[in-house]
């Protein structure tokens, strides 16, 4: 199996801070990863599919970049409701793995 | 609007089984894979199933092959996953989730469910 590993695992941010959470998977998925941002209580919700392309009606402030085995999720000017948690997921191989989530919360 | 509505959670005992559904509608669902990912109190998401559009192709997580079984009825845009053999660790919020599948990898899960709890306890 993949295994994903996520850094940091929580990070304290401000309103209007650059944020970037790192991505690794142990062995290369080529191109084949997805972010997802959850808020407490509900549904994760798709943010980066493909590494780098930006799912339909996402804000422009979120990009993706990697390829290989490492890959990071920049949110380049945090908004109050971006405060959540983040999962990276690899989607080459079955079965499919999550990263463990990288916490972002208010500073 | 493509939308996805579980039903089906509750509380069950060790070795009990259940089964979860999950009703499409706004989007041709005979279209797409479909998944399940759980997610544990206080924990992050693990996969849990995935199925092909034809359900041709069934893939599960370790942690649940054996016991639980993935099916679909593309005639009523309804997914399902028939949970067996049920223990403690099996307890958590249970999401279908829709999968857009290529021929060599995925374009991400854009469509879930609500979720759904199963607490299996005694």
């Known amino acids: 199996d993949i295994q994903m590993t996520q850094s940091p695992s929580s990070v304290s941010a401000s309103v209007g801070d650059r944020v970037t959470i790192t991505c690794r998977a142990s062995?290369?998925?080529?191109?084949?990863l997805a972010w997802y941002q959850q808020r407490p209580g509900k549904a994760p919700n798709l943010l980066i599919y493909?590494?780098?392309s930006l799912q339909s009606g996402v804000p422009s402030r979120f990009s993706g970049s990697g390829s290989g085995t490492y890959f990071t999720l920049t949110i380049s000017s945090l908004q109050p409701e971006d405060f959540a948690t983040y999962y990276c997921?690899?989607?080459?191989?079955?079965?499919?793995?999550f990263g463990p989530g990288t916490k972002v919360d208010i500073k | 609007e493509a939308q996805l509505v579980q039903s089906g959670g509750g509380l069950v005992k060790p070795g009990g089984s259940l089964r979860l559904s999950c009703a499409a509608s706004?989007?041709?669902?005979?279209?797409?894979?479909m998944n399940w990912v759980r997610q544990a109190p206080g924990k992050g998401l693990e996969w849990v199933s995935v199925?092909?559009?034809?359900?041709?192709?069934?893939y599960y997580g370790d942690s649940v092959k054996g016991r639980f079984t993935v099916s679909r009825d593309n005639a009523k845009n309804s997914l399902y996953l028939q949970m067996n053999s049920l223990r403690a660790e099996d307890t958590a919020v249970y999401y279908c989730?829709?999968?857009?599948?290529?021929?060599?990898?995925?374009?991400?899960?854009?469509?879930w469910g609500q979720g759904t709890t199963v607490t299996v306890s005694s």
């Open positions: 706004g989007f041709t669902f005979g279209r797409y894979s």
């Open positions: 062995q290369d998925v080529n191109t084949w």
């Open positions: 199925i092909s559009s034809t359900s041709s192709n069934k």
């Open positions: 989730a829709r999968d857009d599948i290529t021929m060599v990898g995925g374009l991400g899960m854009d469509v």
């Open positions: 493909a590494a780098s």
């Open positions: 997921q690899q989607a080459y191989r079955f079965p499919r793995t």
